[in-house]
């Protein structure tokens, strides 16, 4: 599952990019390759739990992203290669420049979202003929796309997102394999200049209005998030409790982002490390176990659990034992946000 960074030109992406990868990842100027990295997921649960259980390591999970080059408005020559990067991806972080004014801020989420719209339109014409044809020819499958295609035809010339109607998982599936791009789900990015860093609250009031109810919106200066990204971890502290904040923006934009792609988080802890991991919402244990190790996977058994809530209460694993509180769960379980596990396994 990987998040794009996508937009018009200049509005800040590889920038951002940039501040979520702790630059780790060369990025080429004016390249038409999307830049691939892997942005850390600051969880305060982690030190928590390492603040009760000791340990050598924190190890954070991971999301993927991509930063694709801006989509130029008004069509070119690589506006079709763009779009087509951006069918790729699972979910999309729109950033939006707000460094030159808040009003041409709005009308610009406005045009991207009626362009991709309209590009999912053209999509869902030229694939509706083929799907018919097919259907008529006895092809079940066709038949269901067909189905779908129509309903996408009815929601886009309404004027409305993909995203905006309910699907099933069946439904779902196949718009993802067209890659309709206002199917995907979205989280917004307003990228304010350092001299409004002071007005956030009142941009995103501005700005909400504009906003699809279902969309989280991000209010942040990446320029400043990718100097901050570069400092030592010392002056870092020091730069963000100067300006009153506990974390950068970036550490909220990326749960926000690991929420968005419907993924959610447990934790293995020990002496070794304490790390939390990746998982698809609504993954059973085996499948948490395979984030772990293949084998453990395999060879599962049971996994041991308890809610990271219950460790801070009751201050050590020994006493959530004694509190009976350490749940036994086997193949059918499914994980819920928050578990602390350990697996037993036998290969
Ligand atoms: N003042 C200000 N300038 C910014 C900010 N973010 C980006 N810029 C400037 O905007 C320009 C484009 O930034 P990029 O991060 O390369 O933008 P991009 O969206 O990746 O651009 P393309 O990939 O070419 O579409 C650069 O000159 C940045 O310095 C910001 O928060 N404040
Ligand atoms: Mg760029």
């Known amino acids: 599952m990987e998040c794009g960074i996508v937009g018009f030109q200049a509005v800040g992406k590889t920038t951002l990019f940039k501040a979520l990868t702790a630059h780790a990842i060369e990025v080429q100027a004016g390249s038409m390759a999307p830049n691939v990295g ?19 390591k924190i190890i954070p999970a991971k999301v993927q992203l991509v930063d694709i080059p801006g989509v130029p408005s008004g069509g070119g020559a690589s506006h079709g290669s763009i779009l087509a990067n951006i069918r790729n991806v699972d979910a999309l972080c729109h950033v939006v420049n707000c460094f030159d004014g808040v009003t041409d801020a709005r009308s610009a ?21 083929k799907a018919t044809r097919a259907a008529r020819g006895g ?21 409305k997102p993909l995203r905006s109607a309910t699907w099933n998982e069946q439904e779902q599936a196949i718009l993802r394999s067209y890659g309709m791009l206002s199917s995907k789900p979205q989280l917004v990015v307003a990228n304010i200049s350092e001299t409004d860093i002071e007005r956030t609250d009142q941009v995103a009031t501005e700005l909400s209005e504009f906003i699809a109810d279902q969309d989280e919106l991000i209010v942040l200066c990446a320029e400043l998030e990718s100097q901050i990204a570069e400092l030592p971890p010392d002056d870092r502290d020091e730069m963000l409790s100067s300006m009153g904040l506990q974390e950068p923006a ?37 499948e948490a176990a395979g984030s772990v190790h293949s084998d453990i ?44 596990v350990h697996f037993l396994f036998n290969v």
């Open 38 to 56: 892997q942005a850390e997921i600051p969880d305060p649960r982690l030190d928590q739990i390492a603040g009760v259980i000791t340990t050598r």
């Open 109 to 129: 989420c406005q045009d991207l979202l009626t362009e991709l719209a309209l590009s999912d339109l053209v999509l869902v014409e030229s694939s509706l003929d």
């Open 139 to 159: 092809d079940k499958e066709a038949a269901a796309r067909r189905d779908v295609l129509e309903r996408c035809k009815g929601v886009l010339e309404d004027e």
């Open 250 to 286: 970036i550490g909220p934009l990326a749960r926000a982002i690991n929420t968005l792609l419907g993924l959610g988080a447990f934790y293995t802890a020990g002496e070794k490390e304490v790390r939390s991991w990746i998982i698809r919402q609504g993954s059973s244990a085996p």
């Open 297 to 340: 996977e395999r060879g599962f058994i049971r996994a041991e659990c308890y809610h990271v809530d219950e460790l801070l209460e009751l201050g050590s694993e020994k006493a959530i034992k004694s509190a009976g509180k350490l749940r036994s769960e086997g193949k059918q379980y499914i994980m819920q946000d928050g578990d602390v």
